[in-house]
């Protein structure tokens, strides 16, 4: 069975320019996460979808950053203005929603954005 | 302010032997603490996770021992082998009313090498 996906594996850009980053989740799960990990740091959360809607954007560090998930299934994080400081692994992961369970988040292998 | 701190930040172990990897987290509204496992280039992938009504989780040769009036946790890999050298990330997050789950918070991670 497929897993999450992410593309593209890699992405180089210039400082300044404006970047989109795809995840394709697990088919059948309503909840999507991004998260972001530095190089030997653990993966610190960004924003959370359930369905088409962001349940929690509390991670996003500014207005560069934004997410949508319009159908409820791929999900597209935005980067505007890109800095250097952005360059990092950008993970995604998705799990069911399950009324009083505690729900696998599966991740995906990751983009690695690099800001030059 | 870090939720959740992981030590030790790295770990040599001969194949064979234990290794343990312990947290320790501040928010007692945590309800939910697994860890994740990742090797180079892939995403975190879980491992094992625990609920704090229980004091211990095994399965395998990978056991969690967890103490909630310390809010500690800790990683037990028994018998330990070369192909278990990667990265660990302890994590905990909340399961809200309804039973969505919310984001999962990480500690720094753990290098585990497993010489032969």
């Known amino acids: 069975g497929a897993g999450v996906s992410q593309t593209p594996s890699n992405k180089v850009t210039e400082k300044g320019k404006y970047v989109e980053l795809r995840c394709d989740p697990i088919?059948?799960?309503?909840?999507l996460y991004w998260y972001r990990q530095s190089l030997g740091q653990g993966p610190e959360f960004l924003i959370y979808f359930q369905g088409t809607g962001a349940a929690d954007d509390s991670g996003l560090p500014n207005d560069r950053f934004f997410a949508v998930r319009p159908e409820g299934s791929v999900s597209t994080l935005k980067i505007q203005r890109t800095e250097r400081g952005d360059s990092a692994v950008y993970l995604c992961?998705?799990?069911?929603?399950?009324?009083?369970?505690?729900?696998?988040?599966?991740f995906g292998p990751g983009t690695r954005l690099t800001v030059l | 302010q870090q939720q959740v701190k992981q030590s030790p930040q790295s770990l040599i172990v001969q194949k064979g032997g234990i290794s343990i990897i312990n947290c320790a987290y501040e928010n007692t509204a945590f309800d939910y603490f697994p860890w994740y496992q990742q090797f180079p280039g892939k995403g975190p992938a879980l491992l094992i996770a625990i609920r704090p009504d229980v004091s211990e989780k095994k399965e395998g040769r990978f056991t969690i021992s967890f103490n909630k009036s310390a809010k500690q946790f800790s990683l037990h890999i028994m018998d330990s082998q070369p192909g278990d050298s990667a990265t660990y990330f302890c994590a905990a997050s909340r399961v809200f009313y309804g039973g969505s789950q919310g984001n999962l918070i990480f500690g720094k991670g753990t290098k585990l090498s497993v010489k032969p």
């Open positions: 088919s059948g799960h309503t909840a």
């Open positions: 992961a998705s799990s069911l929603r399950g009324t009083g369970s505690y729900n696998e988040q599966f």
